[in-house]
């Protein structure tokens, strides 16, 4: 904290403490979230919006990384269980290549939820990589490169955790 009752995010503006926002500036952070994790992704954001300042707060709060983490954990845990048959009504896995990663995927997993200062952009792709149908994690990416891999997405992700 500094002297102003604020918090830093990862050198990032202040972010004041809770209750300071209106109700407004709260329900845009949850309800555009998407799209503010878009824009905080690709650097085009207002530093200085409330709705922003809220949308990092929540990314890097303990609960929140928790959530990530165990998710990604759980992605593991039903894939060697179940394989294909754990996601028969969901988006198909990538069964082999999300096996073949796993230990990445839990060493995210362990740094999403662990580390005491993260990135934002590095919760988003960890995110990204559990609840985005075009995630290299699934097996249908329309309109994504060929390129794209489980590893290389986690690795991004990492690499984003700690640069920014």
Same mark, same amino acid.
Do not use: Q
């Given at each position: ?23 407004? %500036?709260?329900?845009? &952070? ?16 207002? %530093? ?8 990092? /707060? ?18 593991? %845990? ?28 839990? /060493?995210? /997993? %362990? ?45 991004? &992700?990492?690499? &984003?955790?700690?640069?920014?």
């Amino acid at each position: 904290m500094t002297g102003s009752g604020t918090a830093t995010i990862g050198g990032s503006p202040p972010v004041p403490p809770s209750g300071w926002a209106r109700l407004i %500036d709260r329900i845009i &952070a949850r309800v555009c979230a998407r799209s503010l994790d878009d824009e905080l992704l690709n650097s085009g954001v207002d %530093d200085g919006s409330p709705a922003v300042l809220l949308r990092r /707060a929540r990314l890097l709060h303990h609960r929140y990384r928790s959530a990530v983490a165990s998710a990604l954990r759980r992605l593991i %845990d039903e894939t060697r269980v179940g394989g294909r048959k754990a996601y028969a009504h969901r988006v198909p896995v990538k069964v082999r290549e999300v096996l073949r990663n796993a230990s990445l995927i839990l /060493a995210l /997993a %362990d740094e999403v939820e662990n580390e005491e200062a993260v990135s934002p952009r590095g919760v988003i792709l960890a995110e990204r990589l559990i609840t985005d149908g075009r995630s290299p994690v699934y097996g249908l990416n329309f309109g994504e490169p060929r390129e794209a891999s489980v590893e290389s997405a986690v690795r991004h &992700a990492r690499a &984003a955790l700690h640069l920014g």
